[in-house]
């Protein structure tokens, strides 16, 4: 029985312990109902600071860093009656990783608009980023800013109280719910069903209110979970946890952990053992562990962990075509997959034999429906054009699907003889995906630089012929395509780009120049002001003619060891920053031993 004495204290303890930490005095403000447009930053402490969030069709949503700068910056800041912009932030979660819509991409202002939905952008909800790209802020304030209604008292009493609770749930003292949890031992009683082991807890239905799907209400005295054999050792840890907000998390124990986080409702832990659960992606290269926890991920419902287990099969989609999982892959994630314009492929073409080789393969087990479904994803005006004359002979499903075929290869050559613009006169080409890239790796448009490595990697721009298999019209070639055209070995290097992929602009070229710089020393050679190291620059040498058209929306990929890609990020006014304040690796790579791989990715606007 809880005595009286017991129940002030937890009483106490809880008022101290809401949300974490902190306690706000704020009792005479009240909240106004957000309007269609409205601007807030989320995530911070102060009000001046924080992650770029849109109200619109009844959602906050946040906004893609592709194509953000101080212009747009000043926009939010002077929507939210700040005298002006300080900074923009990119890689922050700013506490909570957002989960919701991502309303704006590519957005582009002039600095003067009174509301950010002025600028231009593509339309509500089409973008092709993900929330690790998220932009922040930081607002300039100035001292006629500050009022007390601005004050913020905060009482962080987290490490004894923690301490305190822990002591509370390990003696058992005044509890009064109990959770039953229910395992396998892994033997079989004599009817034949399997022997359950049950474990008693004893909590406190103060504590556990927090959460309501332990149903520790005043009418409801215990609980049965029933949990794995694996995850039974790892239970009482876990309601440990919320009384503590501490707990150590091994490989063995997290997704147990990020299960049962899940399933109460203990969102932070849920959030932090999903992160730790990504951090392993890289581990196998047979890409078994990726898939099963991408199907966790999708039984468990955590959008954000079955997210980053997608980009990652986007980013490194090469290696997982050689992989013995590749033919178990479901319909739905090789439809997900073909979606993303973050997809890292030598071409387009590369892409359409994979998934034609998936087909057949998997032929006896899909429908005619599901098939001219997957391949209508493919983006045709971006093979390249060489590649749509032989498609006719060389690909093995053209007699099949001649209509989608047809249909698509006229698409593309129209893309190749006319420009964007005569496109766009015709209604059903608006919006349309096919003619935005992915990250194409093969030659021209993109070049590796690897400065700590003593010889080249063997590999290159062309196709070895793997395996070949069907016969006559049917036969379809495998090749072995590398990621990297060439490696470099010095920490800049020149090369040239046509304007676009397009054949109109074959023969107009750019030149580029990049760099990859190490230490204060090389940025002070070369006149750069490094914030961090290390950098990648890259540069345009020559003024593309066509620039009021086409824009650039380059990328940096960052290979671990020759082994997989473990960031991908875009450039911010030439620059990209590996590992900074700002920006945080996807994926660990042990003692940063990176190949930097430079990729032109040429938009019509």
């Not at 054009?385 to 989608?404: I, W």
């Not at 940096?556 to 590992?579: P, S, W």
Request: some cysteine; overall charge negative; aromatic content about 10%.
């Amino acid at each position: 029985m809880l005595t009286r004495e017991n129940l002030c204290t937890l009483w106490l303890l809880l008022l101290l312990h809401v949300s974490g930490s902190a306690i706000k005095f704020n009792m005479f403000r009240s909240i106004p109902r957000p309007r269609e447009g409205d601007i807030r930053l989320f995530g911070s402490e102060r009000d001046s600071e924080g992650r770029v969030e849109v109200y619109h069709d009844g959602k906050w949503g946040t906004v893609c860093d592709d194509g953000w700068d101080m212009a747009e910056a000043q926009v939010v800041c002077r929507q939210l009656h700040f005298p002006g912009a300080k900074s923009v932030v990119i890689g922050q979660d700013y506490g909570t990783a957002a989960t919701g819509p991502i309303w704006l991409d590519d957005i582009n202002c002039n600095g003067t608009e009174s509301h950010l939905f002025s600028c231009g952008f593509k339309n509500w909800g089409v973008s092709d980023c993900s929330h690790k790209e998220d932009v922040g802020i930081i607002c300039e304030t100035g001292n006629d800013n500050v009022t007390i209604s601005d004050s913020k008292h905060s009482l962080d009493h987290t490490f004894s109280l923690s301490d305190d609770l822990g002591q509370i749930f390990d003696s058992g003292n005044g509890c009064d719910f109990l959770i039953i949890v229910r395992s396998p031992t892994g033997n079989k009683q004599e009817d034949g069903d399997m022997e359950m082991m049950d474990t008693t807890i004893c909590a406190h239905k103060m504590i556990l209110s927090q959460f309501p799907l332990f149903s520790a209400s005043e009418g409801n005295a215990n609980i049965t979970v029933d949990v794995s054999q694996a995850c039974e050792p790892h239970f009482t840890s876990f309601i440990r946890y919320i009384y503590t907000r501490k707990i150590d998390v091994a490989f063995s124990s997290v997704q147990c952990l990020h299960w049962m986080a899940s399933k109460f409702g203990v969102k932070q832990l849920t959030e932090e053992a999903g992160r730790l659960l990504s951090k392993v992606l890289p581990e196998d290269d047979s890409f078994r562990t990726q898939l099963s926890i991408y199907k966790y991920a999708e039984e468990a419902g955590d959008s954000t962990l079955q997210e980053n287990c997608v980009q990652y099969l986007a980013w490194n989609y090469q290696n997982l075509t050689r992989s013995p999982v590749w033919s178990d892959l479901s319909v739905e994630l090789i439809g997900t997959l073909l979606t993303r314009s973050d997809l890292v492929v030598p071409d387009e073409y590369f892409l359409l034999q994979t998934v034609e080789s998936w087909i057949t393969e998997k032929s006896d087990s899909i429908n005619s429906d599901t098939q001219v479904h997957l391949l209508s994803q493919i983006r045709f005006p971006m093979i390249p054009v060489e590649k749509l004359y032989e498609l006719e002979s060389s690909s093995s499903l053209y007699s099949t699907d001649n209509k989608l075929y047809q249909e698509k290869m006229l698409k593309a050559f129209q893309f190749n003889v006319l420009l964007y613009s005569n496109l766009l006169s015709n209604p059903k080409f608006k919006h349309d995906h096919d003619y935005l890239p992915r990250i194409y790796t093969a030659t021209p448009w993109s070049v590796s630089i690897n400065p700590l490595s003593a010889s080249p990697q063997q590999g290159s721009s062309h196709m070895r012929n793997r395996n070949a298999y069907g016969s006559g019209r049917h036969r379809y070639d495998r090749y072995d395509y590398h990621i990297y055209p060439s490696v470099h070995h010095t920490a800049t290097q020149s090369f040239s780009t046509p304007v676009h992929n397009s054949l109109i602009f074959k023969e107009n070229k750019v030149y580029w120049e990049a760099n990859v710089f190490k230490s204060k020393s090389e940025c002070s050679n070369r006149a750069v002001a490094c914030d961090s190291l290390p950098m990648a620059k890259l540069v345009h040498q020559s003024q593309p003619s066509t620039q009021s058209t086409i824009r650039f929306q380059n990328r940096l990929l960052l290979l671990c060891q020759g082994k997989y890609i473990c960031q991908v990020q875009d450039f911010k006014d030439n620059l990209a920053y590996i590992a900074s304040n700002n920006t945080k690796l996807a994926y660990p790579c042990p003692d940063n031993q990176f190949t930097y791989h430079f990729v032109i990715r040429p938009e019509y606007v």
